[in-house]
């Protein structure tokens, strides 16, 4: 059972900067699309940055420009770094992948981590 597993979530002022990570507990086949979705208090789970297997990213309107996402290789593990953090990002961070396709849409999700969360004060 492939299982993933985040770290770096935390408390930062506005302005600042996380990094958070994900490793997947097993490699049974080497993953196709990783990524991070967020979802905060009363609002939907929304896609926040992916990454592919070829180094193909995607990032939401929202955070272009403030957060990168990198890796997915042979250990399976994906980090996003969180610049210039804002009120608004304020969320539970789960890490989600897929063996095939992309996880452009929640639909397309295998695995999903428990979730980190991260609060940006104001």
Request: contains cysteine; proline residues 2%; aromatic residues 10%.
């Amino acid at each position: 059972q492939v299982q993933l597993v985040e770290s770096g979530g935390g408390l930062v002022q506005a302005g600042g900067s996380l990094r958070l990570s994900c490793a997947a507990s097993a490699t049974i086949f080497r993953i196709n699309a990783m990524g991070w979705y967020r979802q905060a208090p009363g609002k939907q789970r929304e896609l926040v940055a992916l990454i592919g297997s070829g180094g193909t990213t995607f990032y939401a309107d929202s955070v272009k420009g403030r957060f990168t996402i990198s890796g997915i290789n042979a250990r399976n593990t994906v980090y996003l770094q969180m610049n210039s953090l804002k009120p608004e990002d304020t969320a539970v961070y789960y890490c989600a992948g897929t063996r095939f396709g992309t996880i452009i849409n929640s639909d397309g999700v295998e695995y999903w981590g428990k979730g980190t969360l991260v609060t940006v004060s104001s």
